[in-house]
């Protein structure tokens, strides 16, 4: 004799975790931003003797770094716009798909540039998000930087 039988699971996403919080991102978008300016400052500082193993090394590292953690920020982000917001969500925050898509191309530019403009307009993308998490959650979490 078989039995037969069929479990229903349901989820939000594709783990049903339920933990989300935007402060990954941040702390993601906090590297980039810092290696960003490290970048900029060593080579201000270096001028015309950008050809040294020491320079090219430091360099390498930081853009490196700096890429790595900006796709790290756009991972942490795509998940939270594609498995924790909700169709009900937009309607308090008619400009949540605007924002994360926008913050999803800041990450890129990130990767690909050396701007401390982007980086910034990275971290207000994320400070917005983190703002409409917490509002839909119904509490107030204050935007708290690492660095």
Known sequence: MTI????????????????????SAR????????M????????E???????????????????AIKEEEAQKCKDELLVLWTDFFKPQHLEANPDLHDTFWNAAKLCSACKVEVSADHAQELMD????????????????????RAS
């Not at 960003?36 to 080579?43: D, F, G, N, P, Q």
Request: charge should be negative.
């Open 27 to 34: 702390v993601a978008g906090e590297a980039v931003q810092s």
């Open 36 to 43: 960003t300016k490290k970048m900029i400052a060593l080579e």
């Open 45 to 63: 500082s270096h001028g015309s003797e950008c050809n040294t193993a020491t320079y090219l090394n430091t360099m390498s590292r930081y853009a």
């Open 125 to 144: 993308a994320i400070e917005a998000i983190h703002h409409m998490f917490w509002s839909v959650k119904g509490r107030e979490v204050p935007w708290i």
């Open 4 to 23: 037969e039988f069929t479990i229903e699971a349901e989820a939000h996403c594709d783990g049903p975790c339920g933990v989300y919080d935007p402060a």
